[in-house]
Every structure is written in C-alpha cells, then in structure tokens.
Nanobody, 116 residues
C-alpha cells in the first residue's frame, strides 16, 4: 500500500512564502502523476498543480507565476513552492498521486493559512 506524507503547511502573512513537501512510501509502485489539490473553507477540492513523470506541469490559473511544483522521481517526492501568498490561498492542501495499476492515493492534508 502506498502512503503519502505531507509536511510544510503553516501560517504566513500575505506576500509570504511556504514550501510543501509530500513523500510517497511503500514498495513495488510506479507513480505517474503527483500533484497538489486544495480545499478552501466551505468550497470544493480543486487542483492546484500537478507534475507528470516526464516533467510536464499543469497549474491552476490563479497560482501561475506564484507557485512552482517540482518532483524528485528517485525519492518519490513532490514539492510545492508557494510565493506571494494571498489570503485566498488559505485552504487545506492535499497531496495526490496517480499510481500505475492502482487506485489514486491521497495524503492526509496540511493547513495553509494566509492572513492579510
């Protein structure tokens, strides 16, 4: 069974930065896509950014130019560097992985709070 463990959330003032990390553990798996979703208070979960094993990235329009997703394939780890944070970025951030031949996997979530 694959597990995703997130770290790096917290509270920051608007304009600040945070870096999220997500490490996948287990054995005998191959991750095709890793990414980050978020769920703002009272809203549905939405895609923030994702990165395919070949390095192709996809971002939500509202974070383009501010967030950067990267991946260490050897360590099965994905990172989300978040700069110029805004109060509307406040949400629970979830790591997500698409695993070859298996069900998708989700992390437990980490809170990001941006104050104005």
């Amino acid at each position: 069974q694959v597990q995703l463990v997130e770290s790096g959330g917290g509270s920051v003032q608007a304009g600040g930065s945070l870096r999220l990390s997500c490490a996948a553990s287990g054995s005998g798996f191959s991750i095709v896509v890793m990414g980050w979703y978020r769920q703002p208070p009272g809203k549905q979960r939405e895609l923030v950014a994702e990165i395919i094993v070949d390095g192709t990235t996809n971002y939500q329009d509202s974070v383009k130019g501010r967030f950067t997703i990267s991946r260490d394939n050897a360590e099965n780890t994905v990172y989300l560097q978040m700069n110029s944070l805004k109060p509307e970025d406040t949400a629970v951030y979830y790591c997500h992985a698409v695993i070859s031949g298996r069900s998708d996997c989700w992390g437990q979530g980490t809170q990001v709070t941006v104050s104005s």
